[in-house]
């Protein structure tokens, strides 16, 4: 069973999933966003994936706070396109040092839940916060704004921001359009909106072309995903 609520860090959601062990593999599409999880006792950090993330595995518990794109990089110490498409153990990441008094806090925590995100609130407070530009490229790209208006707005050359998008999110500007994109086509669709029209809301060319680009980034056609094949 999965369960999500909004974080008390801007932005962020905490989760929760119990697997019984008879689902089967699970589906994680990617959505730009990078996560802190712990799971039987460790502490790991999920990249930013370019294509869905499948996970297999005997009856299990996972927590995790999703980070909105472009925040988890300066808590973590790390850019994240050395995390891209990977989960890592967050020592390898902080230490193993600070890693065991993280690991130590959640043990004691009420709820992994809680000791996850009072970790997460911990690590944001002692670090800069986000480059302002970026936040503003990824709230305009999610609302489906074209990345060359935008660079422009921003003031930055197009070579700037696909460095410092690279940094911030895992991978270019346009990398991160395209997988905002395919969340606000699967929005439209799964509340029941018919595909050509979704295509056409979404600034895809046509049908056609949402068609390929849920297949290549979730490894599904659009009908079997929205019958359950993917979070």
Same mark, same amino acid.
């Not at 498409?85 to 990441?93: Q, S």
């Not at 609130?121 to 986000?130: E, N």
């Not at 530009?133 to 930055?156: M, T, Y």
């Given at each position: 069973?999965?369960?999500?609520?909004?974080?008390?860090?801007?932005?962020?959601?905490?989760?929760?999933?119990?697997?019984? @062990?008879?689902?089967?593999?699970?589906?994680?599409?990617?959505?730009?966003?990078?996560?802190? =999880?712990?799971?039987?006792?460790?502490?790991?950090?999920?990249?930013?994936?370019?294509?869905?993330?499948?996970?297999?595995? @005997?009856?299990?518990?996972?927590?995790?706070?999703?980070?909105?794109?472009?925040?988890?990089?300066?808590?973590?110490?790390?850019?994240?396109?050395?995390?891209?498409?990977?989960?890592?153990?967050?020592?390898?990441?902080?230490?193993?040092?600070?890693?065991?008094?993280?690991?130590?806090?959640?043990?004691?925590?009420?709820?992994?839940?809680? @000791?996850?995100?009072?970790?997460?609130?911990? =690590?944001?407070?002692?670090?800069?916060?986000?480059?302002?530009?970026?936040?503003?490229?990824?709230?305009?790209?999610?609302?489906?704004?074209?990345?060359?208006?935008?660079?422009?707005?921003?003031?930055?050359?197009?070579?700037?921001?696909?460095?410092?998008?690279?940094?911030?999110?895992?991978?270019?500007?346009?990398?991160?359009?395209?997988?905002?994109?395919?969340?606000?086509?699967?929005?439209?669709?799964?509340?029941?909106?018919?595909?050509?029209?979704?295509?056409?809301?979404?600034?895809?060319?046509?049908?056609?072309?949402?068609?390929?680009?849920?297949?290549?980034?979730?490894?599904?056609?659009?009908?079997?995903?929205?019958?359950?094949? @993917?979070?």
């Amino acid at each position: 069973m999965y369960r999500e609520r909004a974080s008390r860090l801007p932005g962020a959601v905490v989760w929760r999933n119990t697997l019984s @062990g008879d689902e089967g593999s699970g589906r994680v599409l990617p959505d730009g966003c990078m996560d802190l =999880l712990w799971h039987e006792g460790r502490l790991l950090v999920a990249g930013p994936d370019t294509r869905a993330h499948l996970t297999a595995g @005997g009856p299990s518990t996972w927590t995790g706070i999703r980070l909105r794109p472009g925040t988890a990089p300066a808590l973590l110490g790390v850019p994240a396109h050395e995390l891209r498409d990977r989960r890592v153990d967050l020592a390898d990441l902080r230490g193993a040092a600070e890693t065991r008094r993280h690991t130590a806090r959640l043990r004691a925590a009420p709820d992994p839940v809680t @000791g996850l995100e009072d970790l997460t609130l911990r =690590l944001a407070a002692a670090t800069d916060p986000p480059d302002p530009v970026l936040r503003s490229l990824a709230a305009a790209l999610g609302a489906g704004r074209p990345v060359g208006a935008v660079a422009d707005e921003l003031g930055v050359s197009a070579r700037q921001l696909h460095r410092r998008s690279l940094v911030a999110f895992g991978y270019g500007p346009k990398t991160l359009a395209r997988i905002l994109r395919l969340h606000r086509a699967l929005a439209l669709a799964r509340a029941g909106t018919p595909a050509a029209e979704t295509a056409a809301r979404t600034g895809y060319a046509d049908q056609a072309h949402l068609s390929r680009d849920v297949r290549a980034l979730t490894g599904l056609p659009l009908r079997e995903l929205l019958g359950g094949g @993917g979070r």
